[in-house]
């Protein structure tokens, strides 16, 4: 994150212009500029996936130098040094990093609230571990806090911290964005969920259901048969598509239900006949087969 951030031209571009003497053509480079507050050092510290390199500007007896940021004063020197050395080392890029998504919606730019719950959309009813994820909608109760309130410097995405006053930075963010919010007349939501009920439409009870007969477990099949099976597929649901696989290869889809599945040429041996039958809400079923077909 921080390679990315650092290495960022359009985003330091308000400050320094668009080539600048930290931007690089083509290749991924992250600097970092800094001047102290009476103007004693500059500095512009940088590095590449292959090298670091920093510089440092300032007088030997420590007095001020004339007003300028680093950007101005030490990163023309910098930018010296590390296009010679570039030439030297060669092109490398950064690895982009592999970030899991945050829990706590303030954590995703919710400022809204951070205690949340979901509800599944087909029925209006809380989610369970059945909801399909299109299904699945997240509700955020409104409660207008600064992210200290909800954040734990130790542990970000973590449990909501239980006295968060303990942060000393607490309170010069709470209070400014509570009277805002007032000043806004937005109000508070209470923070218990409003819904108790639990979906049940996406429940295993509701799933389609797949049947053969008898006599087609484990047919075999001699030279010449036709290969056809006779499915009894059911739902309480409107049947929307059926997916046919064999040997966890697909076939072809068929829109809506079917009673008749005929296959193709089919190799000689044992194979696996699979069903993913989907319904209308996005509940899913699936069912395999087994079947030999003959060889000479």
């Given amino acids: 994150m921080i390679n990315n951030i650092l290495s960022d031209n359009e985003a330091r571009t308000p400050m320094f212009g668009p080539r600048s003497s930290l931007y690089f053509e083509g290749y991924d480079v992250a600097a970092k500029t800094g001047t102290t507050n009476d103007y004693h050092d500059a500095w512009t510290v940088g590095y590449t996936p292959n090298i670091v390199v920093g510089a440092w500007a300032g007088n030997n007896n420590n007095t001020p130098m004339k007003e300028n940021i680093a950007g101005i004063t030490i990163s023309p020197l910098w930018r010296e040094f590390m296009l010679h050395a570039l030439g030297k080392l060669g092109k490398e890029s950064f690895t982009e990093p592999q970030l899991p998504s945050p829990q706590k919606p303030v954590l995703r730019g919710v400022w809204q609230g951070s205690r949340s719950y979901f509800i599944d959309t087909n029925s209006g009813k809380l989610a369970t571990e059945y909801t399909p994820g299109k299904y699945r909608q997240e509700r955020v109760m409104r409660e207008i806090h600064s992210i200290l309130y909800w954040v734990s410097k130790e542990d970000p995405d973590g449990k ?43 429940s295993p009870e509701n799933w389609p259901t797949i049947e053969w007969s008898a006599a087609e477990r484990d047919t075999v099949f001699k030279q010449g048969d036709a290969i056809v099976f006779h499915p009894r597929i059911t739902g309480k649901n409107l049947i929307t598509a059926v997916e046919i696989f064999v040997d966890s290869e697909f076939i072809k889809s068929e829109i809506g239900s079917v009673n008749t599945i005929a296959l193709g040429t089919i190799n000689p041996g044992r194979h696996t006949l699979t069903l993913k039958v989907y319904d209308s809400i996005g509940n899913k079923q699936e069912a395999e087969l087994l079947f030999t077909a003959a060889g000479l």
Avoid: G
């Fill in 160 to 202: 909501i911290p239980e006295h968060p006053e303990s942060d000393p930075q607490f309170e010069l963010w709470e209070e400014p964005v509570r009277r805002w919010a007032l000043k806004q007349n937005i109000i508070d939501e209470n923070s218990t969920i409003p819904i108790v009920e639990h979906d049940t439409s996406h």
